[in-house]
C-alpha cells in the first residue's frame, strides 16, 4: 500500500508538472502573439480584415467548367462530392427549395458560377410617413446610398447571383422586375438563404430561383448592403466566388472550386450510368421517352 501511494504521488506531480509546462507554453505563445503584432497590423485588424480570399477567373475558365458540369444533377454532384472525400460538405439546407419546377424540360435547373452578394439588417430608424413625393425621394435616396446592387457589373454569361440576406426580415430584395435585369446580363439563376416577392410573375417569367419564403416588403427600412464577392453562407453552406452552384428539385450544393473538375468526372459517370439503367426500364415498362433519359 505504502508503494502504491508513492507511486500514485509521483504520477500526481509529474501530471501536474505536465498540465503546468502546458499551460506555460501556451501563455507564452499568446504572449508572443501580442508583442509580435505589429502596429500596422494592428490598425488593419481594427479597419476589418477578410481573411478567405476571392479568387478571380476568367469568363472562359468558367465556360470551360460549365461544360463538364452540363445536365448533371444535384443527386449526380453530391456523389461525386463523396467520391471527392467532400461528404456533407456543401450541402445547403432542403428549406432552400425552388420557386417553381419544370418536369418536362427541366428548366427550372441551375448550373452555374456563384457571384456572391450579403445584406444585412438595418440598424437605421425606418423612412416614416410622409408625402408621397418625400417618401419616394427617402426610398430612392436609401437604395443608392445603403441598399444598392453593385454586383450587376459582375453578372455575365452563367453566373449564379448567391445572395445572403438579412434573416427575419419581411423583405423582397428579390422581384420580378430586378430579376429579369440579372438575367438580361447572363444570370441563369438566384439562390438566396432568405425571401423574394412578386412570386407569381416570377414563375411566370421562367426565371430559376431558389429561396426560402415570400418577403412583402421593399429594402429601405429592411436591410443593407454589407459586400459584394465576399464569401457568404447560404443554408449552412459556404459559398465562395467562383463557386460552382448545382441546383434543381432536390435542392442546391455548393461545389468548391478547387475540387469541381473531379467532382464533375465523376458525377458525369453516375449520371450516364442512372439515363442506361432507365431507359431500359422504360422500354420493359412501355413507357415514352422523356428529357431525363435522352
Known amino acids: 500500500m505504502r508503494a502504491f501511494a508513492s507511486f500514485a504521488s509521483f504520477s500526481n506531480r509529474v501530471l501536474q508538472?505536465?498540465?503546468?509546462?502546458?499551460?506555460?507554453?501556451?501563455?507564452?505563445?499568446?504572449?508572443?502573439?501580442?508583442?509580435?503584432?505589429?502596429?500596422?497590423?494592428?490598425?488593419?485588424l481594427r479597419a476589418g480584415k477578410n481573411f478567405i480570399s476571392t479568387p478571380v477567373y476568367s469568363q472562359e475558365e468558367d465556360e470551360k467548367l460549365l461544360k463538364l458540369f452540363a445536365g448533371l444533377r444535384v443527386a449526380d454532384v453530391c456523389d461525386g462530392m463523396d467520391k471527392a472525400g467532400l461528404q456533407n460538405i456543401g450541402l445547403v439546407s432542403a428549406d432552400i427549395r425552388p420557386l417553381w419546377r419544370d418536369t418536362e424540360k427541366f428548366t427550372h435547373r441551375i448550373?452555374?458560377?456563384?457571384?456572391?452578394?450579403?445584406?444585412?439588417?438595418?440598424?437605421?430608424?425606418?423612412?416614416?410617413?410622409?408625402?408621397?413625393?418625400?417618401f419616394d425621394k427617402a426610398v430612392g435616396q436609401w437604395y443608392?446610398?445603403?441598399?444598392?446592387?453593385?454586383?450587376?457589373?459582375?453578372?455575365?454569361?452563367?453566373?449564379?447571383?448567391v445572395i445572403e440576406d438579412a434573416?427575419?426580415?419581411?423583405?423582397?430584395?428579390?422581384?420580378?422586375?430586378?430579376?429579369?435585369?440579372?438575367?438580361?446580363?447572363?444570370?441563369?439563376?438566384?439562390?438566396?438563404?432568405?425571401?423574394?416577392?412578386?412570386?407569381?410573375?416570377?414563375i411566370a417569367q421562367r426565371v430559376p430561383l431558389y429561396y426560402k419564403q415570400p418577403g412583402r416588403g421593399i429594402r429601405?427600412?429592411?436591410?443593407?448592403?454589407?459586400?459584394?464577392?465576399?464569401?457568404?453562407v447560404i443554408g449552412g453552406a459556404l459559398v465562395v466566388p467562383?463557386?460552382?452552384v448545382v441546383a434543381d428539385g432536390d435542392g442546391v450544393v455548393i461545389v468548391p472550386r478547387q475540387h469541381a473538375e473531379e467532382v464533375a468526372q465523376?458525377?458525369?459517370?453516375?449520371?450516364?450510368?442512372?439515363?442506361?439503367?432507365?431507359?431500359?426500364?422504360?422500354?420493359?415498362?412501355?413507357?415514352?421517352?422523356?428529357?431525363?433519359?435522352?
Open 111 to 134: 448550373v452555374g458560377i456563384a457571384v456572391t452578394a450579403r445584406y444585412v439588417p438595418t440598424n437605421k430608424p425606418p423612412i416614416g410617413r410622409k408625402q408621397s413625393a418625400e
Open 242 to 244: 467562383g463557386d460552382v
Open 167 to 202: 434573416l427575419g426580415a419581411d423583405v423582397g430584395s428579390i422581384g420580378s422586375n430586378n430579376i429579369l435585369s440579372w438575367k438580361l446580363r447572363g444570370c441563369v439563376g438566384v439562390v438566396t438563404n432568405a425571401t423574394a416577392r412578386d412570386t407569381d410573375e416570377i
Open 266 to 294: 465523376y458525377a458525369r459517370q453516375v449520371l450516364e450510368g442512372d439515363k442506361a439503367s432507365r431507359r431500359k426500364l422504360y422500354q420493359r415498362l412501355g413507357m415514352p421517352s422523356d428529357a431525363s433519359v435522352e
Open 17 to 44: 508538472g505536465v498540465v503546468g509546462s502546458s499551460v506555460l507554453a501556451l501563455c507564452c505563445v499568446a504572449a508572443a502573439a501580442e508583442q509580435s503584432t505589429p502596429a500596422a497590423d494592428e490598425a488593419e
Open 220 to 232: 429601405p427600412g429592411r436591410n443593407q448592403i454589407e459586400s459584394v464577392n465576399r464569401p457568404v
Open 144 to 161: 443608392r446610398e445603403l441598399s444598392s446592387e453593385p454586383f450587376v457589373p459582375l453578372l455575365r454569361k452563367g453566373s449564379v447571383l
